[in-house]
């Protein structure tokens, strides 16, 4: 209903929620959830090993150039270039640093031009590359204007300085790529504000540009990558050199995604190219682009804004995979895919049939295409025919060149979908390596930035891709700019807007047991029988066990593999004890014996609740006494994490009440005793509120209501859209709507409500709270039946201690929809994924349905549920206001 009174009300929210249907369809409660992959263990910025860090004066490290063979790291920041030391970038080389700040003068025509002097009017450097043996070659913005230079590396000084704005965007903000190959520069953006975008050679002069007229190569295009793939090398058919650049721009044509304004592309041009002699004069006439479709197609998610990509080469060249990273077009959607597209399939669609603009829509050309085939290199086949270069190119090919830029097939990722999918997260970069496990394989391991300052580090498995860790590195939130791995210094160079972080490839002394070692499935860790190592320094790796693979086996016959944590706890009948249980791996589920039979009766009824991070005897029984061990189950292995010894001693003894003045209780009181105050009299569920799992039977109901809801989302989607483009045409000029702004807010009103909903199922109490609820509300059952409880425990480092707790409400209050819109994430420290060590989770079951399968996969659900949470941040906004 709420949907429909918000079409009436708005024909832009109609229109955007149109856009959104897709979205409606997967989010938030789709079996999507199933896809996201969960990074094992999760790494916060003073857990890191063996990192150098660089902090130079300026901010915004951009730019990175790499050259192991001297051992150093170029980087560009604002107003700044440094020479840093590969082996530690602590420090710059000699002190080798050039301050390259836009004047005064020019500063002062940046703020007169209407530019922002606190962001715009500054020197970002944009470009940085090796121009020959002796000089690097770098643009900047220059405060609006920009210049280029050349850097004497021996002194690392400048000695020249040119115009940059053919080279280099003004905008320190607008998609740019660039390069130099064999002296050739190549560069694409959108250089000018009010400038078409264009892929450029710089120099050598004659510089080539793409062609605007009759047909617009490029529309709005912003740019996120480029490479040279030298093609020519062992090629029979004498072949060129490409390059590629990678993009997104505005859609032009009809496909099924409709609701998209945006694609991504690829596009190609030939090193070899020289332009037409008439036709295509000083222009490329290899200029070919095609579309990269990254989808999952049973949810009609489609990801079509390319944030990263990175080319891998295969043993030749021609098995290079291209690594893009991928989000979707609304920005406050965090979500983000990585597709891998391999070069045979690029290849296959430049050389598919072309589109052709037919009645201002693009169709499929499927009349008679010229020869030679237009927009191909110049091969033998050609030279055969006296065409040695692209002037001598016929006129019809560079005319039919001219008007079909675009290829009509799409370029399907490898295996038809993500190879890995995740939410929550928006990925900013990417750089993959290949590394040869034990097995003799070879991995691929992938290094992706976040936009919140972390970097999540993968090996994809056949198909899967298995997150092994995510590091925080940066302490402040900021987007990863770029990434660049050296294989002679095994290490990772990471640049953000605060600095440059050294990491190395692998830190395996991180984990200290054997199943440690092989659960992380890192093809560079081993266990040597006493410790995990780093298996490409290591002198003998054939005694060394590993399973990537698999993630299991190995270690069956490795027993001093640490001793178990062993405690005692006696306790009075009738009170709570909480056995803490802490497990480090984020994929692990934890499992409980007594007395070595597998724990049964975690209902209510049953005495037991079981959480994320501990169990919880509730109102101990004579009968649940004995030993509790506590295992972390991981691919399929228990390995016994804690053993307890628990007396429930059979006391009576007056009925004792809790403090009644929550804030003379410590905040760690509860979990430093481990022991909760007693119940005054009764069963353990007579005055504990029931608390139900959001996914258990109960909800089965509102979960078809939501299955009800989607439907009617749907079908209220399709009937908006025709009442859209009846309003388009009555009411506005919508067209060409950027994806930007308009989006940004309007997207939040349609996706709250979901969120809402959902939240409406699982409410967050503290413990506290909850015993002060008992205790001055009776035995009254005031809340409505159905919430999480999480109990602030020690080790708190996270925001959530600071307030002091406020007097206890009989509900939570509704949360404030800004809280779900754009990422309180930020703010708050992602350490809290793992409820570890900052919080106890208790979870219990509102009916008593003990034998429910539904049971067995909850701890892993709620972990999942958990990590969704903390993504949307809202814990610790309601842990306080409802305290
Ligand atoms: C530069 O850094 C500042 C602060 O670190 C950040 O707010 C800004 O967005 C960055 N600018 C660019 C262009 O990266
Ligand atoms: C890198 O250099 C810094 C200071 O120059 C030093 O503190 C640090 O220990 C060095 N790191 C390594 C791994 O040697
Ligand atoms: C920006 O311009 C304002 C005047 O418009 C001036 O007061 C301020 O100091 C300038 N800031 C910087 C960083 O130059
Ligand atoms: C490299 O380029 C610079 C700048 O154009 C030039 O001065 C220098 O002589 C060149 N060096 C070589 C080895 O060609
Ligand atoms: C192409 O090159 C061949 C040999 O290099 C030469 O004989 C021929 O004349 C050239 N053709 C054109 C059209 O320039
Ligand atoms: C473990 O020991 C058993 C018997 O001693 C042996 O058969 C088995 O191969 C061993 N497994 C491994 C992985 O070493």
């Not at 395996?508 to 093809?523: G, K, L, M, N």
């Not at 009776?778 to 039946?785: E, H, I, L, V």
């Not at 509704?814 to 819109?821: Q, S, V």
């Not at 079951?845 to 996969?857: E, G, I, N, R, V």
Request: charged share 20%; net charge negative; hydrophobic share 35%.
């Amino acid at each position: 209903m709420a949907v429909t009174v918000e079409l009436q009300r708005s024909p832009i929210s109609l229109t955007l929620l149109c856009c959104l249907t897709p979205i409606l369809w997967a989010f938030p409660f789709g079996p999507l959830l199933e896809l996201d992959v969960i990074p094992r263990i999760t790494v916060p910025i003073n857990g890191l090993l063996g990192c150098n860090h660089f902090h130079g004066s300026a901010i915004n490290y951009s730019t990175l150039l790499l050259e192991e063979g001297a051992g150093i790291l170029y980087v560009g920041a604002r107003e700044a270039l440094y020479a840093l030391d590969l082996a530690n970038v602590s420090a710059t080389r000699n002190g080798s640093a050039i301050d390259w700040a836009a004047s005064a003068e020019q500063k002062r025509q940046c703020l007169s031009k209407g530019r922002d002097n606190q962001t715009e009017c500054y020197n970002y450097i944009r470009f940085l590359d090796r121009y020959n043996e002796t000089h690097l070659y770098t643009c900047g913005t220059h405060a609006f204007r920009p210049r280029c230079a050349y850097i004497d590396v021996e002194r690392f000084s400048f000695v020249r300085f040119e115009e940059g704005r053919e080279k280099c965007p003004y905008d320190p903000a607008k998609g740019y790529t660039g390069l130099i190959v064999d002296g050739e520069m190549y560069s694409a953006s959108q250089y000018e504000f009010r400038s078409n975008p264009d892929i450029r050679r710089n120099f050598p002069f004659p510089n080539l540009r793409t062609d605007e007229a009759p047909t617009r190569w490029l529309l709005e295009a912003d740019f996120v990558g480029s490479a040279l793939l030298r093609e020519s090398i062992n090629s029979s058919t004498g072949d060129d050199d490409k390059l590629y650049f990678f993009f997104t721009e505005r859609n032009q044509e009809q496909t099924a995604y409709t609701s998209q304004t945006r694609v991504a592309r690829v596009a190609r041009v030939c090193k070899g190219d020289i332009g037409g002699l008439r036709t295509l004069q000083r222009k490329w006439t290899s200029f070919l682009k095609a579309r990269l479709v990254c989808s999952v197609p049973e949810y009609e998610l489609q990801f079509n804004v390319l944030r990263s990509v990175f080319v891998l080469e295969g043993a030749s060249v021609h098995g290079s995979i291209f690594y893009a990273v991928f989000g979707l077009e609304w920005k406050n959607v965090k979500t983000s895919a990585v597709c891998q597209y391999s070069l045979r399939d690029v290849k296959a669609t430049f050389d598919g049939p072309y589109m052709e603009l037919q009645d201002s829509k693009w169709r499929e050309y499927t009349e008679n295409v010229p020869e030679p085939r237009p927009g191909s290199c110049i091969m033998d086949q050609h030279r055969a025919q006296l065409i040695n270069s692209s002037r001598d190119l016929p006129d019809n090919v560079l005319m039919f060149v001219r008007r079909h830029p675009l290829m009509a097939r799409e370029i399907q990722p490898i295996g038809g979908r993500p190879l890995l999918f995740k939410k929550s997260v928006d990925y900013t970069r990417i750089a993959v390596q290949k590394v040869t496990a034990l097995d003799g394989r070879t991995y691929n391991v992938l290094f992706i930035g976040t936009d919140e300052g972390w970097l999540n580090k993968a090996v994809t498995v056949g198909d899967q891709v298995h997150i092994t860790e995510e590091l925080q590195l940066f302490k402040e939130p900021q987007p990863i700019n770029n990434i660049v791995l050296s294989h002679k210094q095994r290490s990772v160079y990471v640049s953000a807007s605060s600095g440059v972080v050294q990491l190395p490839f692998s830190v395996c002394v991180r984990y200290t047991s054997c199943y440690e070692c092989v659960f992380a499935r890192d093809p560079l860790c081993g266990w040597n029988g006493t410790q995990c190592v780093d298996i490409s320094s290591y002198p003998d790796t054939s005694n060394l066990i590993q399973d990537v693979q698999m993630g299991n086996r190995g270690c069956e016959n490795i027993t001093a593999d640490g001793s178990v944590p062993q405690r005692t706890r006696s306790v009075m009948a009738g009170d709570d004890v909480l056995l803490q249980c802490e497990i480090r791996s984020n994929l692990a589920v934890p499992r409980w014996t007594l007395n070595g039979e597998q724990l049964q009766g975690y209902g209510p009824d049953g005495g037991y609740r079981a959480g994320a991070d501990g169990l919880l005897i509730v109102g101990a029984q004579g009968r649940q006494s004995g030993r509790y061990c506590c295992y972390a189950v991981e691919n399929d292995v228990w390995i016994p994490v804690r053993s307890y010894m628990v007396r429930v001693q059979p006391v009576s003894r007056p009925s004792l009440h809790p403090p009644t003045d929550p804030t003379a209780l410590p905040e760690s009181f509860f979990t430093t005793a481990s022991v909760l105050p007693t119940r005054p009299h009764g069963g353990p569920t007579e005055h504990s509120p029931s608390v139900a799992f959001p996914f258990g039977p109960e909800s089965q109901t509102s979960r078809h209501k939501e299955a009800l809801y989607i439907s009617l989302v749907a079908v209220l989607g399709g009937l908006c859209l025709v009442l859209t483009v009846v309003l388009l045409y009555i009411t506005f000029c919508l067209h060409s709507t950027p994806s930007g702004g308009k989006y940004t807010q309007q997207g939040t009103l349609v996706t709250a409500p979901t969120d809402r909903k959902w939240s409406s199922h699982m409410e967050l109490k503290t413990i506290s709270s909850h015993c002060n609820g008992r205790t001055e509300h009776g035995g009254a059952a005031s809340m409505d039946g159905e919430f999480l409880q999480i109990v602030p425990g020690q080790g708190f480092d996270s925001p959530s201690e600071e307030p002091p707790p406020a007097p206890p409400l009989p509900m939570p209050p509704p949360l404030p929809n800004a809280e779900y819109a754009n990422g309180f994430s930020s703010a708050l420290p992602s350490v809290l994924r793992k409820m570890n060590g900052n919080s106890y989770v208790l979870l219990g079951q509102a009916d008593s349905d003990m034998t429910s399968p539904l049971y067995h996969s909850f701890t892993e659900e709620l972990n999942k549920i958990l990590e969704k949470r903390k993504h949307t941040q809202l814990e610790v906004q309601l842990d306080e206001s409802s305290l």
